[in-house]
């Protein structure tokens, strides 16, 4: 195993001031695991100085980070079980609409999260995808504008690398990337359980997130009895979501059905199904609601 990495810019603040106000950003001690040795007491810590910092009253109506009408993305699960009614398509096809539609698409040449934690399971250089007219202002980060076939490609390659993407408007992405925010900027993020900086909303208030990381339309989790309790899903979940508790999982409110865990389940035990047939147009429609990207 690795150490933390040194200074890897907005992935390590403590707390500073940008846009007037006070903007938190991640410094994590992640306890045991990919990213160093055991650090629970900085975990502890940043865990409680970020909740109560999200917890202070009427912060999400000044923050742009944590305001409702700025932030809206969800997560589209990767597997190929997952149980939906009828001839609705599979999630990933909203990806699919969204490439076809954008005006401008531009790949990020590599992963920050993935680079900055010198990540050792999942590939560097799948950057993220952005969309609309927006993406061609990024100055942080090199890239390249790309047509539609490239781009699915691209697409293609994080899916079977088995990084989940997460799709919509990102308030967070407009600091990140350098970019105005004028709700032109739509988000593709192929993440990783383990480096992603969506790990650290696992500290966020769940009447925070709610709005802002909601799941899909219609989805929903469940533990079957064929779970043994060997504890593999909850490793790979990377908002803590899951428990084990009587030798079987439980998996909690902040689940945001990225299927990750039903992904690593040696026995199957987890299953995924959308019971909404109308989930991607409903999706597809609260997504432009928040961002113009063709």
Not at 118 to 134: A, F, K, R, T
Not at 180 to 203: A, G, P, Q
Request: proline fraction near 5%; charged fraction near 30%.
């Amino acid at each position: 195993m690795h150490g933390r990495p040194p200074g890897t810019g907005h992935y390590e603040v403590a707390m500073r001031e940008d846009e007037g106000m006070v903007v938190m950003a991640a410094k994590e001690g992640s306890g045991k695991g990919r990213h160093g040795n055991d650090a629970g007491w900085r975990a502890r810590a940043s865990g409680a100085l970020i909740r109560g910092v999200l917890g202070i009253p009427g912060l999400n109506r000044v923050h742009p980070w944590l305001r409702e009408d700025k932030t809206d993305a969800r997560w589209l699960p990767i597997n190929a079980d997952i149980q939906i009614p009828g001839d609705a398509p599979m999630p990933l096809m909203l990806l699919e609409r969204f490439i076809e539609e954008a005006s401008h698409r531009v790949i990020i040449d590599y992963c920050g999260c993935r680079k900055g934690w010198h990540c050792e399971d999942y590939p560097v250089e799948i950057g993220c995808l952005m969309m609309g007219e927006s993406a061609l202002e990024i100055k942080k980060f090199p890239g390249r504008e790309v047509g539609a076939e490239e781009a699915r490609g691209h697409a293609r390659r994080a899916v079977e690398a088995g990084l989940v993407p997460i799709v919509g408007k990102v308030r967070a992405d407009n600091y990140i990337f350098d970019v105005k925010d004028r709700s032109r900027m739509l988000t593709v993020c192929f993440c990783c359980e383990c480096c992603c900086v969506t790990r650290f909303t696992r500290y966020v208030p769940l009447k925070r997130l709610e709005p802002l990381q909601p799941r899909l339309e219609g989805i929903s989790m469940q533990v079957t009895e064929s779970c043994t309790g060997c504890g593999k899903c909850a490793r790979h979940c990377y908002i803590q979501a899951i428990q084990v508790v009587d030798k079987k999982v439980v998996i909690g409110d902040y689940c945001r059905a990225c299927g990750r865990c039903a992904g690593a389940c040696p026995e199957g035990a987890i299953e995924m199904r959308i019971d909404d047939p109308d989930f991607l147009d409903k999706t597809y429609d609260r997504i432009r609601s928040y961002v113009k990207y063709d």
